[in-house]
């Protein structure tokens, strides 16, 4: 009546009545963690970092490679970048800095080193356009600013907000390209006024702000490019969404696979512990 072979269910039920064993329970426990950290990190993970969520909040005990190998059996794969446009007009004659940074994108230091850049965001009512400002000692994202205009206001209204929020010290570094955004009067003249040593990508060397570039990569092909956007404010939730799982979930591996807000968490506690004893030692 239902269309199964009189042999098919004799199997069945032995499968039924077979229990399970230890191996078996086991890559079961393993597979179903791996799908849910896959699917829990926006499916932007790959072996290596599921391996370490296995590891640190499952407390598994299982090998790289064996997580490698049960995802491509399960078909989970990281998603791949796609190409990125740039959106960078250096053709101008306003006066351009030197390259200070000379990438240099590991500081030991939060808040010395501030990188940020512009990319462009397809939706049905048309673009917008990113501006995300980056400590790169955390890698997290201090501010951003977005909007369907890339003139000189959109990363103003960024780096105010960023120096609200921060408040650097005089001979912090802030590096950009060459764009007339970054050149312009009024964005100078703020970052003259907070005490910034201005620093700018060479000409045509999209590899002298290498550390933003994959911040797009990592926005765009973990989340970005799942979607269509019918409207602007479908994609600025979008962004929203992401830049909080960023800082406070994404783990990165040039940190020791913490998260930005933890890194930094973890500096204050180190430098607040090494003052007292500083203090303790000078008394």
Known sequence: ?????????????????????????????IDERITFHFYDNLESYG??????????????????KKVANRMKEMGLYAIPPKKHIHTTDSNHEKLVYENKLNRDFNPEVPNRVWATDITYIHTGE????????????????????????????????????????????????????????????????TLKEAGATISMSRKANPYDNACIESFFASLKKEYLHKWVFHTKSQAIAAVQFYIEFYNRKRMHSTLGYATPIEYELAYKMAHKENAIQDQVTSA
Not at 2 to 28: F, P
Not at 129 to 136: E, F, K, M, R, V
Not at 151 to 180: Q, T
Request: with cysteine.
């Open 1 to 29: 009546m239902i269309g199964v072979s009189r042999s098919g269910y004799y199997a069945y039920v032995k499968r039924l009545d077979r229990k399970e064993t230890e191996r078996e329970k086991q890559n079961r426990i």
């Open 47 to 64: 072996s290596p970092r599921i391996h370490r969520k296995l590891r640190e909040v499952d407390r598994l005990v299982v090998s790289e």
């Open 126 to 189: 048309g673009f917008l356009y990113l501006n995300p400002i980056l400590d790169l000692c955390s890698k997290r994202v201090i501010s951003y600013a977005i909007d369907d205009s890339m003139d000189y206001r959109l990363p103003l209204r960024a780096l105010k907000r960023a120096l609200a929020v921060r408040n650097p010290k005089e001979g912090w570094i802030h590096h950009s390209d060459r764009g007339s955004q970054y050149c312009s009067n009024k964005y100078i003249e």
